[in-house]
């Protein structure tokens, strides 16, 4: 749903609550929603009776999980993998397997939570009109207030929201670039961010909200600017995908036979030119056995690099992860994402033909000030 909610997901889901599953889907909740229902229950009970409160926060809750499940039903239909659900402080999110397929994928997902939220308030309206006085109508009318507010703001034109990327699918739909929809609804998220906090202030000075409501307001603004943020950044890498080629970034192995001392393997490596590759370290027989660690090496002083084996600042090759030769642009950062490392061999035929280091990477990235993040749907 995400009015609500932002920023980029992290590369693993961060710890909560997990509830089971709901038709199939991992939910969970994360601990500041407990936060949250105390605070409702408590600033409500003192205007409206504490049951009342309770009772307006718990079906929130409800309201905000169908929400989420109208994203991750939808996704199901179209074939694209959902994570799991996740309901948090400032509402929740649906975390995709992966990115849309297509514009029009994008759009009904998109637009599938606030059309479950319409259909909410419409539906808690009907039921206010038909209840007697009393608690229960209470609820349904706050109930109704909620969830047409939810659908209204989450269709605002900006990221994270769900109206920035029922934007983003349709400036990908006539552009025909996913990353410039990515760009233009992000950058639109920026607007509505500034213009939620600025409007939050308007409306407290005439004391149409109270405190409460205006630090409120600002935490989603807040929010809401984090995750515009990010997808500004996503953006940015997503253009350099294509160029982003592992094979270039491999560094080549220098072999040296083991015990050797560290200085006389750096000397060697300098002379053939070799030093912005990689040592290992071979055995009797030629074969490669290890791989030196560039931080354990480094930490060794100079004047003790003479009496210092190469094999005691190296590291086993069984140790180390692996990836494929030939990995370019999205599929070479998916492959680092789903298991991260430091450092990796470079295989191609099972045979190791260099080392990548992850830092090498990131400093590519970094030249675009990009980050990437998993598919969210708020």
């Known amino acids: ?8 997901p992290t590369a693993g889901r961060r710890a909560g609550i997990p509830l089971g599953r709901v038709l199939g889907f991992p939910l969970q909740l994360r601990w500041s929603v407990l936060l949250l229902v105390a605070l409702i229950t408590l600033l409500s009970g003192q205007v409206i009776g504490y049951a009342v409160g309770f009772g307006f926060v718990v079906a929130l809750l ?70 007697p006085a009393g608690p229960l109508q209470q609820v349904a009318v706050l109930v109704a207030l909620a969830n047409l507010i939810v659908a209204i703001f989450n269709t605002l034109p900006g990221l994270p929201l769900d109206g920035g990327r029922a934007l983003r699918a349709l400036v990908w739909w006539f552009s025909g670039s996913p990353h410039r ?8 998220g920026q607007v509505v961010a500034v213009a939620t906090a600025l409007a939050a202030i308007l409306l407290y000075l005439p004391r149409f909200i109270t405190e409460f409501g205006l630090i409120l307001l600002l935490l989603v603004a807040f929010s809401l600017w984090q995750g515009a943020a990010a997808s500004v950044r996503s953006a940015q890498l997503n253009r350099r995908l294509p160029g982003l080629d592992l094979d270039q970034m491999t560094r080549r192995l220098f072999p040296v036979p083991t015990g050797t001392p560290l200085a006389e393997a750096q ?13 290992a370290v071979a ?5 490669l056995v ?3 660690h560039p931080e354990a090496a480094a930490a060794v002083p100079e004047n003790r690099r003479p009496w210092v084996s190469i094999d005691s600042v190296a ?16 599929a070479a950062l998916r492959a680092l994402q789903a298991d991260p490392a430091a450092e990796y061999l470079v295989k191609r035929d099972g045979d190791v033909i260099g080392v990548l280091r992850t830092a090498d990477v990131a400093r590519v990235l970094r030249a675009t000030g990009g980050e990437t993040s998993r598919e969210r749907h708020g």
């Open 1 to 8: 749903m995400e009015p609500t909610a932002a920023g980029p």
């Open 62 to 131: 409800i309201s905000v999980l169908l929400h989420e499940l109208g994203h991750a039903l939808t996704a199901r239909r179209l074939g694209i993998g959902v994570r799991g659900i996740t309901l948090e402080i400032l509402g929740g999110y649906t975390e995709m397997a992966g990115d849309t397929p297509n514009p029009r994928a994008e759009l009904l997902v998109s637009m599938a939570g606030p059309a479950v939220s319409l259909g909410l308030g419409l539906g808690a309206g009907g039921a206010a009109l038909l209840l």
């Open 181 to 188: 929809g990515t760009a233009v609804a992000a950058r639109c």
């Open 267 to 279: 000397r060697r490596a300098a002379e053939a030119g070799a030093s912005a590759g990689a040592l």
């Open 283 to 287: 055995d009797s027989s030629g074969r």
């Open 290 to 292: 290890a791989v030196v």
């Open 315 to 330: 590291r086993d090759l069984d140790s180390l992860r692996s990836v494929p030769a030939g990995l370019r642009g999205a």
